[in-house]
């Protein structure tokens, strides 16, 4: 079945240093690839998203790249920050939204 | 924050005994989900609704049912509650099934279910 594969699992940073997160999907048919932040007890917001017709997209110190081709892509975030500290969920997404697949989530920690 | 509620936020239960969740939204969205929250899986759909009355299953809808009798309600029922149901369960919404950075799924705080 479709899934989306996240990696990795835990992610340890000093702060100041740069974070990289990466997702492979495997529906061909995905086009929309939302990226959720979730700090502890708290629900997923959504923080950058990108659609298949672009190939990177950028906000402040976070940005999106995706390869199509190869059915991957990566949330980058540089000069973290302690308050980067959260899981991170990506996702796939097709025509409908209830055809949304999230990957098992990033937990990232920013040492201080 | 998205007018998104979920009532309980936290429930402790037995084996065998009926629970139902309740999400509530102030904004009018046509969309609702439940989805389940999970160490190592992510969030997983179980059902969604497209309407009132319009209901359908999502990927791990087994042992669970829903209903949406008003635009503003949806509720997630399970019938007979098994320890494997434990989880952390998000209610979401969204205005049209085409997500995109202007029709995002916004989701509820979140209620964390205990099923002894």
């Known amino acids: 079945g479709e899934n989306v594969e996240q990696h990795p699992s835990t992610l340890s940073v000093q702060e100041g240093d740069s974070a990289v997160i990466k997702c492979t999907y495997s529906?061909?048919?995905?086009?929309?690839f939302p990226w959720y932040k979730q700090e502890l007890g708290k629900r997923p917001q959504l923080i950058i998203d990108?659609?298949?017709?672009?190939g990177e997209k950028k906000d402040q110190r976070i940005a999106v790249t995706l390869n199509k081709t190869a059915k991957h892509f990566s949330l980058h975030i540089t000069e973290t920050q302690p308050e980067d500290s959260a899981v991170y969920f990506c996702?796939?997404?097709?025509?409908?939204?209830?055809?949304?697949?999230f990957g098992a989530g990033t937990r990232l920690f920013v040492k201080a | 924050d998205a007018g998104i509620t979920q009532s309980p936020r936290h429930k402790v239960t037995e084996t065998g005994t009926p629970v139902t969740l309740r999400c509530h939204q102030t904004?009018?969205?046509?969309?609702m989900y439940w989805y389940r929250q999970d160490p190592g899986h992510g969030l997983r759909l179980i059902h969604y609704?497209?309407?009132?009355?319009?209901?359908d299953k999502g990927e791990v809808s087994d042992g669970y049912s829903v209903s949406r009798s008003k635009t503003e309600d949806f509720l997630l029922t399970l019938e007979s509650a098994t320890s494997s149901q434990t989880s952390v369960y998000f209610c979401?919404?969204?205005?049209?099934?085409?997500?995109?950075?202007?029709?995002?799924?916004?989701f509820g705080p979140g209620t964390r279910l205990t099923v002894l």
């Open positions: 990108i659609r298949s017709n672009v």
């Open positions: 904004e009018n969205h046509r969309y």
């Open positions: 609704s497209y309407g009132v009355k319009d209901t």
């Open positions: 979401a919404i969204s205005e049209s099934l085409r997500l995109s950075s202007y029709n995002e799924q916004f």
């Open positions: 529906d061909s048919a995905s086009n929309y």
């Open positions: 996702a796939a997404s097709g025509t409908g939204g209830f055809k949304t697949i």
